[in-house]
Every structure is written in structure tokens, then in C-alpha cells.
């Protein structure tokens, strides 16, 4: 059973940065994607950044346009755990910030397609965690 927990939310001021973890618990990260999405009351979730990992490979990252220029994914497979570093926050990044998990060891080629936005049925998500970004 895939079960996530994101940490690392909280209020902070603009241009600040913040580093977001989302803990796998029951199973490791190879052969995984682990996407993190953010959630705005009222709106679409929205796709950030994504890693797969396929046993004896390197990670393969993706970022969607808006986030590329400031965040950082990574992930540390002795911990389960996938990073998101957000850089310069600015207000527009108040949002609960979310992580999925889907095995598939999908090739690198497909991960820098996008196709970790594009409709994958994921086989669990965390709870999310608050960001707040203010002065």
C-alpha cells in the first residue's frame, strides 16, 4: 500500500525558500514516479515537478515551465523521501502542496514529455501540506 506524508509547510515571507518532504512509508522509491502537485481553494491542482527513479539509473526530473527557474526536486532513497525546494517565494505560491506516487519505471524520455501531468492514474497521495507565503 502507498502511503505518503509531506512536511515542511508553514508561513514564511517572500523570497524566502522552503524545502517540502514527502516520506514514503511501506515501500521504496525505485521504480517509482513521485510527482508533487499544489491545491488553491477554488481552483485546478496544479503539476510541479516530478522524479522517476528506475533501479541502477539516475533520477530522472521534470518541472513544469512556470516552476522550472525555482524549484528543485530530489529525492534520497536510504530516507524514501523526495524533495521539493522552492526558491524566491512570492505570495502566488500559497497553496497546500501535495505528493503522489505511481509505480512505473517509465524511461527517461517519457518523463521529460510530461507525462507525469498528463492524466497518470497515481496509486496514492499524501495529505498535503500548507504553505503560506506572506509578509
Known amino acids: 500500500q502507498v502511503q505518503l506524508v509531506e512536511s515542511g509547510g508553514g508561513l514564511v515571507q517572500p523570497g524566502n525558500s522552503l524545502t517540502l518532504s514527502c516520506a514514503a512509508t511501506?515501500?521504496?522509491?525505485?521504480?517509482?514516479?513521485i510527482a508533487w502537485f499544489r491545491q488553491v481553494p477554488g481552483q485546478e491542482r496544479e503539476g510541479l515537478s516530478c522524479v522517476s527513479r528506475r533501479t541502477g539509473r539516475s533520477d530522472y526530473p521534470y518541472y513544469e515551465n512556470s516552476v522550472k527557474d525555482r524549484f528543485t526536486i530530489s529525492g534520497d532513497n536510504a530516507k524514501s523521501t523526495v524533495y521539493l525546494q522552492i526558491n524566491n517565494l512570492k505570495a502566488e505560491d500559497t497553496a497546500v502542496y501535495l505528493c503522489a506516487a505511481k509505480r512505473a519505471p517509465y524511461t527517461e524520455a517519457a518523463i521529460r514529455a510530461g507525462i507525469c501531468f498528463k492524466g497518470l492514474n497515481y496509486d496514492g497521495w499524501g495529505q498535503g501540506t500548507q504553505v503560506t507565503v506572506s509578509a
Open positions: 511501506g515501500f521504496t522509491l525505485d521504480n517509482y514516479v
